[in-house]
């Protein structure tokens, strides 16, 4: 979700004892260490290869890397995903702190690295003092979480201490203080966000649970009126919910609420909680090791504090012609999306119309938002001037800053949709598309090899991060972006002739994809249903962005061949497009994914969008009928 700018008023907060403003400097460079004020790990020293800077230098090096992830024992027409990933899956181990290993965990890995760096680098003198507070966490051991149980009604809640409570207990006003104070969805969730029928305004989504709702509002003095409209995505769901509440007592509820938001903040313990919490881990998704100190606390600052790290992260890595590189490969795949309509033969003239016209209205934003690097910027300082911590007391920071971050969103209620408003921070390896901004975001985290590079291949960036861009684009097409018009607004703009066609068309890939079986999680098949959107994006994805190469190729000419690698420049399109899906799975956490997960699992989006696409059959010579060019085969876009 998006967040909104602070709220001034909230600053005559930060006059209480122990406890001050910070400016945007401050903040920029000591709050995060503050902040995390719990980093165990001594300093980390970066690699950095000292690489020459020809082109044929950078060639190898990804001649080297396709061809180290590869398994050439693997026929590509058996099973592209091991022939191209083959290597990767020998070389990785799944460290024994992760559920899952993959190429996007790998450089969020790295990432975190980074952001580490530019805290120590920032704060010399502070780092070091920053050690101190750890012994202040083990030191205060269970007493803040003692006392923020005590303000939530206790917990675990006997049965003999529970008689009189039950009686003025009550479940909404419970959700309420969890989602008010604690920023804790449980069982429901409620938040503001901009308005699927309008996208010039704000409007709350949830359900019509009064008593609920304006539990959460009264605490940011808003009033809900009795005509307040509710956008409930959810019918079903709380229509079992009520059958599920009603078999168990009050006191059941309460244990499992207040343990919802326990669970949360056993990252700001000490050190027993935690390893209590690796036993629970272990059962649930594999791993056998906490994460260390340093990277819980970088994860924690990335995520409340996301544009002031962002500033850190781009001004230490990012390359600023990238932008303008990365969006002429958004014009292109764009343009390529739309030539795609002419070869559908489901879809009316009309409804291609209208989506010609949404594909062309989509907004991108790339890198970062531009504000983050300015001096002295007010914008900044603003989004932080509602945070008060104190330096001793880590575990009230984060529990303030879950309070400010509640209150922040549900303010936005009143207040007008900035179409500016950047739904995720620059230091994020991952990709979005918006439906209600009509809008993709690709952050200064994803555009790095093996995804994008200004020096490596234009088969390797189309197969890469113009894979990636035609995947949020298509997700404006898929089962639940189609629903949304070029403004963001949730418009029917198609035909009931195309409307059947599409939902024949999808159905079509629900049962391919759900006829995989996935051995590792026990045998289980994937969800074709709740996968499907993904399913979409994923072939749509590829379709295009190997359409805009072709197109690329034929006004640029072909590329040279990468030294040591027998292939032309069509199969490494698909190889870096597979490459940049290898990952494994603890069998635990591939139990719970599959059922879970509007993802396929990583070998089927592969798998799958290669199966459909006849191009990816004639580059690699795939007879007709081997596995990975079956006779039938499913095309939305």
């Known amino acids: 979700m998006g967040k909104s700018e602070s709220q001034m008023d909230i600053m005559e907060k930060s006059s209480k004892p122990g406890k001050r403003r910070w400016t945007m400097a401050e903040i920029g460079l000591s709050v995060l260490l503050l902040l995390a004020s719990c980093a165990l790990a001594g300093l980390v020293v970066l690699y950095t290869s000292n690489l020459p800077s020809c082109c044929s230098s950078m060639w190898f090096l990804a001649a080297a890397r396709l061809l180290q992830n590869m398994d050439k024992s693997v026929e590509p027409c058996d099973n592209f995903y091991r022939y191209a990933c083959g290597g990767w899956l020998e070389r990785h181990v799944i460290p024994e702190t992760s559920s899952r290993h993959s190429v996007f965990d790998i450089l969020r890995d790295k990432l975190e690295i980074v952001l580490k760096g530019q805290q120590e680098q920032g704060c010399g003198d502070l780092w070091a003092a920053v050690f101190g507070r750890v012994g202040l966490i083990e030191q ?24 009189t409570t039950a009686e003025t207990w009550s479940l909404e006003s419970t959700l309420a203080i969890l989602t008010a104070h604690f920023h804790k969805k449980v069982i429901l969730d409620m938040y503001v966000w901009t308005d699927d029928r309008d996208s010039q305004r704000h409007i709350i989504y949830g359900f019509n ?29 709380l229509q079992k919910l009520d059958d599920v509440l009603s078999r168990h007592s009050v006191r059941t509820m309460q244990n499992y609420l207040i343990w919802q938001l326990i669970i949360d903040r056993v990252s700001s313990l000490s050190r027993r909680f935690k390893d209590a919490r690796a036993r629970y881990r272990k059962t649930l998704y594999g791993t056998t090791v906490e994460d260390a100190w340093w990277r819980e606390c970088v994860r924690y600052v990335q995520s409340s504090m996301e544009n002031a790290v962002g500033a850190l992260y781009v001004r230490e890595t990012f390359a600023g012609e990238s932008k303008q590189m990365v969006s002429n490969l958004i014009s292109k795949i764009q343009q390529a999306y739309v030539e795609t309509l002419e070869e559908l033969n489901w879809m009316d003239d009309a409804s291609k119309e209208k989506a010609r016209e949404k594909a062309m209205a989509m907004k991108e934003h790339i890198g970062y938002p531009d504000h983050i690097l300015e001096e002295s910027n007010q914008k900044l300082d603003q989004e932080y001037a509602h945070l008060n911590f104190s330096e001793e007391n880590y575990f009230e920071n984060v529990l303030e800053n879950l309070k400010s971050e509640a209150h922040k969103s549900l303010k936005k209620l009143r207040e007008p949709v900035d179409p500016d408003l950047w739904i995720i921070g620059a230091a994020v390896v991952n990709a979005f598309y918006s439906p209600n901004r009509n809008q993709i975001v690709f952050p200064a985290g994803i555009l790095q090899p093996p995804f994008f590079s200004k020096h490596q291949h234009q088969a390797l960036n189309f197969g890469g991060i113009g894979m990636v861009i035609g995947h949020e684009i298509t997700h404006g097409f898929d089962d639940n972006g189609r629903n949304f018009d070029k403004d963001g607004n949730m418009l029917n703009w198609w035909s009931n002739y195309s409307a059947e066609h599409f939902k024949e068309q999808s159905q079509c890939m629900v049962q391919q994809y759900g006829n995989f079986n996935w051995k590792l999680a026990g045998g289980q098949n994937v969800s074709g249903i709740s996968t499907l959107g993904e399913n979409i994006a994923d072939n749509g ?25 027998d292939m032309n420049h069509r199969q490494l399109f698909f190889l870096n497009f597979a490459q940049v899906w290898c990952g494994a799975y603890r069998p635990e956490y591939a139990s719970q994914s599959i059922k879970t997960d509007s993802h396929s699992p990583l070998e089927y989006r592969v798998l799958g969008s290669l199966q459909n696409f006849e191009a990816f059959s004639e580059a690699f010579q795939c007879q007709k009928g081997s596995p990975m060019n079956p006779e039938l085969k499913c095309r939305v876009w």
């Open 209 to 237: 649970w009064t008593k609920f709702i304006q539990g959460v509002l009264s605490t940011v003095s808003i009033d809900i009126q009795r005509e307040e409209e509710v956008v409930v995505y959810s019918a079903p769901y």
């Open 541 to 565: 994805g590829v379709r295009q962005a190997y359409k805009a190469y072709l197109k690329w190729m034929e006004m640029e000419g072909e590329e040279p061949r990468l030294p040591g690698l």
């Open 140 to 163: 205060r051991d269970s007493q803040p979480l003692m006392k923020l149980i005590d303000g939530v009604g206790g917990w675990p809640v006997a049965s003999e201490d529970w008689n």
